[in-house]
């Protein structure tokens, strides 16, 4: 696992050991970010379930402005400050060990672009999305990014956020939501 570009290009991260995190694979990593390539510079970005942290220190290396990085397990909240400080990301980042959802309850900020990669089985995936639209923690044309079993059928929320498109890499599912600006809703 390693960060594919940008400031920290070729760096390798830290894994999580055991079989509780699924990291991302490189090939849908990849994927995923040719699909918002334009839509992370400057940006505040929102890693839930970040596991090792590699989605959000991507988005780090690629120029976002900053990341919030949040996963209940305590070993992977350490793994992904060890990876911000070989990285040199730590000041642009905060990492919240705690409940994904109930940071989701009490957060104040907007994010721009997030990244929610739970595990496939339960329904974490969708009841952080109602979470999220319910709260409208997106900024206008904000973009959220989740991954999923290629099968599991996501939920569509209620305006001002849209689902986008689908992608399909083998096993995985990239599916994207944009919140809608003021002037584009119907």
């Known amino acids: 696992m390693r960060v594919i570009t940008g400031t920290a290009r070729g760096r390798k991260l830290k894994d999580l050991p055991g079989l509780d995190t699924r990291p991302t694979t490189d090939k849908v990593k990849e994927a995923m970010y040719s699909i918002v390539q334009f839509d992370v510079e400057g940006r505040r970005v929102l890693d839930l379930f970040a596991g090792t942290g590699q989605l959000g220190i991507e988005a780090l290396s690629r120029g976002a402005s900053g990341c919030v990085f949040v996963d209940q397990n305590r070993e992977a909240a350490r793994v992904v400050r060890e990876n911000l400080e070989h990285t040199g990301f730590t000041n642009q980042a905060r990492v919240v060990q705690g409940d994904s959802l109930s ?83 119907p």
């Not at 940071?103 to 990669?117: G, V, Y």
């Not at 009841?127 to 939920?155: H, Q, W, Y």
């Open 103 to 185: 940071f989701l309850t009490s957060c104040r900020e907007k994010f721009s672009l997030a990244f929610l990669d739970p595990p496939y089985s339960g329904e974490l995936l969708e009841k952080a999305l109602n979470r999220m639209a319910e709260i409208d923690i997106m900024t206008e044309n904000g973009i959220i990014v989740c991954e999923s079993a290629f099968d599991k059928i996501l939920p569509q929320l209620p305006p001002p956020y849209e689902m986008g498109r689908e992608y399909r890499y083998g096993k995985i599912k990239v599916t994207l939501y944009h919140r809608r600006p003021e002037e584009a809703r």
